[in-house]
C-alpha cells in the first residue's frame, strides 16, 4: 500500500470515529432527557422522558378542591403536551447536526426508532504491511 493512500485512508478513519464519538455523546444526553412542564397555578406537573413518555404526574392536593375531574384531565394533558413538545424541542436540537441536509428528524427518529441502528461502529485503519481481503 502506498504510503500515501494509507495516511488518507487513516485521516478519513480518524474523522468517521470523531464524528461517531460526537453521536454517540449526543444519544447520551438524549437519553437522560427529562424535562418537566408545570401549570401556571403550580398545581399540575408532569415529566417526561427522551421519547414522551410520561414519568412523573405530581398533583399538589387542593388541586382537586379547585378542579373538576374534567379541567384536572384537561391540566394534565395540557403539561403532557407542554413538556412532550420541548423534550422533541431539545431531541432536534441534539440530533440537528448529524442530520443530513433536507431530511427531517421526524422520518429518521420516528416512533419506535432507535438510534443504535444508525451508529456506525469504529473503523480500524489498515496497518502497513497488512493485506488487503477480498
Same mark, same amino acid.
Given at each position: 500500500m502506498n504510503e500515501e493512500f494509507r495516511l488518507n485512508i487513516e485521516a478519513? @478513519?480518524?474523522e468517521y470515529n470523531r464524528q461517531a464519538a460526537q453521536l454517540r455523546e449526543a444519544y447520551g444526553k438524549l437519553s437522560e432527557l427529562a424535562v418537566t412542564a408545570e401549570s401556571r397555578d403550580r398545581m399540575v406537573s408532569v415529566t417526561v422522558g427522551p421519547r414522551g413518555q410520561v414519568q412523573n404526574i405530581r398533583l399538589d392536593p387542593r388541586v382537586y378542591r379547585k378542579l373538576s375531574p374534567s379541567e384536572l384531565a384537561r391540566a394534565i394533558?395540557?403539561?403532557? +403536551? @407542554? @413538556?412532550? +413538545?420541548r423534550v422533541a424541542g431539545q431531541t432536534k436540537e441534539l440530533m440537528a447536526p448529524f442530520m443530513p441536509e433536507g431530511i427531517p428528524l421526524e422520518d429518521v427518529f420516528g416512533e419506535g426508532a432507535s438510534i443504535e441502528s444508525f451508529l456506525p461502529q469504529p473503523v480500524k485503519p489498515p496497518q502497513e504491511g497488512e493485506k488487503k481481503r477480498g
Open positions: 478519513l @478513519a480518524k394533558m395540557e403539561q403532557i +403536551g @407542554a @413538556a412532550t +413538545g
